[in-house]
């Protein structure tokens, strides 16, 4: 199994709601990331866990909150989101080479629409 | 962070004839460079990728060269194929790091 699943696949929601975006893998591998990506942009690097602690934090707003609850699962938690926060979500993971990256494998993103 | 460019950011080719995009990195501590291919509404997927205690890397009709001193990459497409047609992203990520920065991306297209 080689993939990274993502749901849901579209979210709308309105600034003053909560939701979630959960990502889920079963390769084994102790590096998950978020990326946020607008469009025609480059994935935009937001948080990495590894071993399940969080690792890098890219100045990323209080509004997005990250949780990773076991090696296989990540989330993101979304609180009074902004309409410049619509995009498109990417979840990745990647097996831990002594600290170096390695390959993403990536889900096929959630895309989220604040009104 | 990192601060990866990327050039150009569109390409367009006839189909046959071979693709070159470049791409510069500012960390010198870097020491992991890939490259992903996203088609249109799809997940970026490595394609290549090189340490930096090589200088070249081929895979088929693509390779990848790197040059340490000047710090840029680049990849080579030969033989393009309409199906080799998306955006492709260059990314470098720092030794003992677990991030991964992204150039701008270029968008290729093959023409038939």
């Known amino acids: 199994d080689t993939e990274v699943t993502q749901t849901p696949k579209h979210l709308v929601m309105g600034m003053t709601n909560k939701k979630s975006l959960k990502c889920e893998q079963h390769?084994?591998?102790?590096?998950m990331y978020w990326y946020k990506q607008k469009a025609k942009k480059p994935p935009e690097l937001m948080f990495v866990?590894?071993?399940?602690?969080?690792?890098i934090n890219e100045s990323v707003p209080s509004r997005f909150s990250p949780e990773c609850p076991n090696s296989s699962l990540l989330n993101l938690h979304l609180h009074a989101l902004q309409p410049e926060d619509s995009a498109l979500y990417l979840c990745?993971?990647?097996?831990?080479?002594?600290?170096?990256?390695?390959?993403?494998?990536f889900g096929e993103g959630s895309r989220l629409t604040v009104l | 962070g990192e601060n990866v460019e990327q050039h150009p950011s569109t390409l367009s080719v006839q189909e046959g004839d071979s693709a070159v995009i470049k791409c510069t990195y500012s960390?010198?501590?870097?020491?992991?460079f890939p490259w992903y291919k996203q088609e249109l509404g799809k997940r970026p997927q490595l394609i290549i990728d090189?340490?930096?205690?090589?200088g070249e890397k081929k895979d088929q009709r693509i390779a990848v060269t790197l040059n340490k001193t000047a710090k840029h990459f680049s990849l080579h497409i030969t033989e393009t194929q309409p199906e080799d047609s998306a955006v492709y992203f260059c990314?470098?990520?720092?030794?003992?790091?677990?991030?991964?920065?992204f150039g701008t991306g270029t968008r290729l297209t093959v023409i038939p």
């Open positions: 990745a993971s990647s097996q831990q080479q002594g600290g170096n990256t390695g390959e993403l494998f």
């Open positions: 390769m084994g591998h102790r590096a």
């Open positions: 866990y590894s071993y399940e602690k969080l690792s």
């Open positions: 960390d010198s501590a870097s020491n992991y």
């Open positions: 090189i340490r930096s205690n090589v």
């Open positions: 990314a470098a990520s720092r030794a003992g790091a677990n991030n991964l920065f």
